[in-house]
């Protein structure tokens, strides 16, 4: 079976944003920030009367993730093997919002198509709030382990942690300062096209730059010529 | 030897490099197994066994569908290399807070990305695809928005949330940040995006660019310069404008530009059998004549993703040690096979400075299949020397994973004196009467080890050239074992993480999947954007006026030819800029299509005299 043989069994529409309902926001704000985000409430249906043998084995189990993520109303699918369980987070015919859409129906005909059989009644099919537990999840992870640096046990790394964290954090600040330093001087070193680099720039009174300004500036050149694999 | 015994060499040199392809599977089943792995079905996207196994000097692989049969497949075109690199592979760590829980844990991988709990590699180089409109429109890339289709641009907010993200990865946060689309270039607030990366902490920023709209526009190169961007990461596939229709015209004008603003740039060509292969010499050859600004040379033999013909996939297919070979015979044997090692062989040195500090330090724990390197070092008699000729690195990198182990539960003091120990005994690896003689690379590597003193490496670069292999997987030659340690990764819009090559392999469920949610819709952008439309982002090349500039006359007419002096074996290399550029002067003067139009298929300016599927230049 082939991709488009497959996702051509649904009808998927986009709408766009003039011909939808003009009540969905595509944004989300926080403080002056914007961000387009194109779910808010969706649907979760969750798939457990499942009968293992359906799913055939894990690569099989896989594969029908995958064919599941090929549909554009599909957000995520996870077809866990071990647990004969299917999760599918998916874009409802019902949810205000312009992108293409699937019914709880449509989801379990194509199921059947690839052998499963799912009993609708049985599905927990409930609200899934994208934006919270999805995108916010995503920029926000929880941390599930954590390692420490090579040669260290973890309770070495217990004792030492604080330390490193300071010293990290007053190396951002470093580093941040280093390179407004290197802006700086870049401009005083670059004066034909300063003022096509930073609109409206102006030298600063004194000629030159501070000595630890030039130092770091310099330093920040060399620096920047390291190793180079994937630019570390 | 006449040109018959020449044509006859030719087609016997071509039918060992396909003999793998056809033989029986009976025959193929007693060649020697070196390894089992998992892979894809190209065709159902099946997850099936794969087996890696020895043919002659190749490294093969196979797998088996049980609806759509055997594939066969070159994996790695030297048996030799391949058992040498593979002794440092390592497991590094994944992510501590993965950004997608999934209830598989990684089972399905490769289609649990996001990142999973199961992924072997933190963040090495992040990728952010700040726009996917480009003013070229190359046959063979399948990105860039065609007329009609969505517009993925992210704002300036949304990119510095995507930057937020990365910064926050746990316990190594993201420090190098690739800005790519489309062209990176045309996202109308690149200045901003660039100094923005910066301001959240990256120290390393490449812009993945043609290069074209910084040659034609030298301004935005001090401004990119100044927003922090330490790097270009420039497409560039040979030395002629046959095997680089891409940017061959303008490349002249972005080194200059580079040149003058304080930028660096890194080469990158995309290497293809049969296209261009023969100039992977010339393209060393002029990365050593411009090495006042280049850094590397990144070449990264062609992934066939999506589906292609298998004579032609055959043809075209190379690895990373037949591009290896080839760099081989084309620099007379100066930078010769054993001068590469793999990427794992740098792990080994950040992970000594990380037992003796214990701070974190990057991990680059990709795959040994993944990517291979060489420094090489131009002394003061044009000698080109390659590390590898007085550094045993093999050595010298088994010695201090010696000692990380031994610093294992130990106290400061003792690690630190099993450090000197290590440091003292270090000369042994270092052949003093081969280094160069202008370089003392024993006291680097102490100030590097010892100070973390990278400026001193810094110095150490301006007379080497790091040369740089990174073979992207396709369908054919997958590789979960390899995936599943990628540290090249594409931070996408709605939060998720995911390595290199499961964003591009399988487009359909990643990248295409996930960048069409986040796209705007193409009427939607038309209404936003009053005067644009698809053609308008078109760049129109003038190769007439292009060829007549200086820089261009300067860049390819006085090429110096490295391997031509007696010091580095005296041959000459092929398709050398100066022989193309006579040629040229006596022939005609331009070609027929010197001014592209919008409707072309890929803005190469080559002609377009040759074959279908575009203008046939390879147009890459
Ligand atoms: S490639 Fe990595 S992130 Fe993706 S499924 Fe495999 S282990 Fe997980
Ligand atoms: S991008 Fe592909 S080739 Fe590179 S490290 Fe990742 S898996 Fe390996």
Redesign the interface.
């Known amino acids: 079976m082939d991709h488009g043989e497959f996702t051509s069994q649904i009808k998927q529409n986009e709408q766009t944003s003039a011909s939808a309902s003009q009540k969905f926001d595509s944004y989300v704000r926080e403080g002056d920030s914007r961000y387009r985000v194109p779910y808010d409430k969706i649907k979760k249906a969750v798939f457990s009367d499942i009968d293992r043998k359906e799913l055939i084995d894990i690569p099989h189990a896989a594969r029908l993730q995958y064919r599941l993520m090929l549909l554009d109303p599909v957000i995520k699918a996870r077809v866990d093997y071990t647990k004969a369980r299917i999760t599918v987070i998916y874009n409802p015919e019902t949810a205000d919002n312009y992108k293409e859409k699937m019914s709880l129906d449509d989801l379990v005909g194509i199921l059947a198509s690839q052998g499963v059989k799912v009993d609708r009644s049985k599905t927990e099919n409930t609200d899934y709030d994208y934006r919270s537990e999805f995108y916010n999840y995503a920029y926000n992870p929880k941390r599930i382990r954590e390692h420490p640096p090579y040669g260290y046990t973890d309770e070495e790394w217990k004792e030492m942690k604080q330390d490193w964290e300071k010293k990290a954090a007053e190396h951002e600040v470093a580093k941040l300062e280093k390179f407004h330093a290197f802006q700086d001087n870049y401009l005083l070193e670059h004066q034909d096209v300063a003022d096509k680099v930073v609109e409206g720039y102006k030298p600063p009174k004194a000629e030159k730059a501070s000595l630890a300004a030039r130092l770091l500036g310099r330093k920040k050149k060399q620096a920047e010529k390291g190793f180079w694999f994937h630019g570390v | 030897m006449s040109a018959e015994d020449g044509r006859a060499v030719q087609v016997m040199a071509q039918d060992k490099i396909l003999a793998p392809y056809h033989r029986t599977m009976e025959e193929i089943e007693k060649l020697p197994v070196i390894e089992a792995t998992k892979t894809v079905c190209p065709e ?5 066994d794969g087996t890696i196994y020895k043919d002659e000097d190749n490294v093969m692989i196979r797998k088996y569908c049980p609806e759509h049969n055997w594939t066969i497949e070159k994996y790695w075109e030297d048996y030799d290399m391949y058992m040498k690199m593979r002794r440092f592979n390592y497991f590094g ?1 994944g ?10 844990k990684g ?3 490769p ?2 990305c ?1 990142m999973c ?1 199961r992924h072997k590699s933190h963040t ?2 992040a990728n952010v695809v700040v726009t996917n409109r480009c003013h070229l429109s190359c046959w063979y890339c399948f990105f860039y928005a065609k007329e009609g289709e969505p517009i993925y641009e ?2 300036l ?2 990119i ?2 995507i930057y ?2 990365l910064r ?1 990865q ?2 190594i946060p993201a ?2 940040i ?1 800005i790519t689309g489309g062209e990176p270039t045309m996202h109308p607030r690149i200045v901003e995006v660039i100094q923005e990366a ?2 959240a ?1 990256f ?2 920023i ?1 812009l993945n660019t043609t290069g074209i709209n910084i040659g034609l526009n030298p ?1 935005l190169a ?2 990119v ?2 927003a ?1 961007t ?2 270009l990461y420039m497409s560039f596939d040979g030395v002629s404008k046959r095997a680089n229709p891409k940017n061959h015209w303008e490349v002249p004008l972005t080194l200059d530009a580079v040149r003058k ?2 930028l ?1 740039v ?1 080469l990158v060509p995309t290497v293809i059998r049969t296209i261009n292969d023969h100039e992977l010499g010339a393209m060393i050859n002029f990365a050593l004549n411009n090495l006042d600004v280049v ?2 040379v990144n070449f990264q033999p062609v992934s066939l993703v999506g589906r292609m013909p298998t004579r032609l996939r055959e043809k075209q297919r190379i690895t990373i040690p037949g591009a290896i070979k080839l760099i081989e015979q084309q620099t007379n044997g100066v930078v010769a096979k054993e001068d590469w090692f793999s ?1 794992p062989y ?1 792990g080994g040195l950040n ?1 000594f400075i ?3 500090t ?3 330090k ?1 991990d ?1 724990s990709i795959h040994f299949a993944c ?1 291979a ?1 060489t420094y090489v070092f131009v002394d003061s008699d044009n000698r080109i020397i390659p590390i590898t000729r007085f550094v045993d690195v093999n050595g010298l990198v088994e010695h201090l994973q010696r000692a ?1 182990n031994e ?3 130990k106290s400061k003091l003792a ?1 630190k004196a099993i450090a000197a120990k290590a440091l003292l005994s270090f000369n042994k690896f270092i052949d003093k009467k081969n280094q160069p003689k202008s370089v003392n690379f024993g006291k680097l590597l102490m100030s590097v080890l010892l100070k973390h003193d ?2 001193s ?3 150490f ?2 007379k080497t050239l ?1 040369l ?1 292999m990174m073979h992207f997987q396709d369908e054919y030659t997958y590789d979960i074992h390899r995936v599943e340690k990628c ?2 990764h594409y931070a996408m ?4 993480v995911l390595p290199f090559c499961t964003f591009n392999v ?1 487009p ?2 990643y990248r295409d ?1 996930v960048q ?3 796209s ?2 193409a ?2 952008w038309q ?1 936003t954007h009053n005067d644009w439309n698809y053609g308008k982002d078109k760049y129109v090349r003038n190769v007439k006026q292009l060829e007549s500039l200086p820089a261009y006359r300067k860049t390819y007419g006085q090429l110096v030819d490295y391997f031509a002096m007696p010091v580095n074996g005296g041959q000459g290399v092929k398709s050398f800029a100066v022989e193309t550029f006579k040629d040229e002067a006596a022939a005609k003067p331009v070609a027929k299509d010197e001014q592209r139009s919008e409707g072309d298929s890929c803005g190469c300016g080559c002609g377009g005299e040759e074959s279908a599927g575009g203008c046939g230049c390879g147009g890459q």
Not at chain 2, 95 to 104: A, K
Not at chain 2, 493 to 496: L, V, Y
């Open positions: 159902c996207k099946l997850i099936v760590r992510f501590d807070n993965p950004n997608y829980i999934t209830d598989t089972a399905n991988c289609f649990d996001g709990e090495g180089l992210p704002s907010d949304e510095k949330h937020h993200n926050s746990k316990p420090n190098a690739q910066k301001e902490g120290d390393q490449q301004d001090y401004k310069k100044h922090g330490s790097t603003s304080g660096t890194v850094r590397a990427v740098i992970r990380e037992a003796l214990g701070e974190y990057y680059l990517g390197g990380v610093m294992e539960g690690r990278f400026a490496v810094g110095k670069q301006m790091f740089g540290d090249i819009p709605d939060g998720e399988f359909e469920v999947k069409k949610q986040y705007i819709p009427s939607e209404s």
